[in-house]
């Protein structure tokens, strides 16, 4: 399933939040075996977002590194395993294919292209308090107690959120900075001009990533250096 979006600057708060919104939202509403008879490739979710306001026929050139980054929870570190790889060179096809020129590290670029494999877990904690109605369950002679008195059960629980995730980051016109310059001040920061996102079974298998490529740049024709 493919899916665009209007633009809005990526927020990683505003991600987690919509992911265990859509979790909970999942498993009140739908039947656990909904999902049995669909393949993996049945299953995906592609995402993606584009600045409106971005020209992307002003791009000639990319850069996009040889390694992608993984995201897990609050860390970050670099990978390079051959699933990793053929990513990588795959997204890199594709923007050749389109007419993008990438050049060599270190080398100027009128684009960034970042890969993230994200891997996130999160672990949450609940009560399970004692009810009143266990005074009656074991028959006559314990009704009169007005329940029981124990400490609450904890019931623990872990949400893994995981997905590919691209970003185009403007280069061309990053701003200027200067010793004085508020790195953390929005008119001094790099701007994403496209994102996106591949969710569902599976999207890890080496075999998967040609298609989810495919299929992603298939709906983003707009990424192209001419009109």
Known sequence: MNRQGVWRRPSRVVAIAAVALGLATGLTACNSTATNDLSPQDSNVIITNYDRQADFSQYKTFSLPDSVIVESNDSYGQSAQPTEQRFVSRVATELT?????????????????????????????TTNPYAGYYG??????Y??????????????????????RIQLVDLKNRPITTPNTDPNAPQNQLRVIYQAEVRGNGIFDDNAVDQLIADTFAQSTYLRPTR
């Open 143 to 164: 009704g009169g107690f007005g329940g029981l008195y124990a400490p609450n059960y904890y019931q623990y629980y872990q949400v893994a959120d995981q997905f590919w």
């Open 136 to 141: 009656n369950y074991w028959g006559y002679g």
């Open 97 to 125: 294919n389109r007419g993008y020129t990438r050049v060599t590290a270190g080398q100027p670029a009128d684009l960034g292209v970042a890969i993230t494999r994200v891997d996130n877990v999160y672990t949450g904690v």
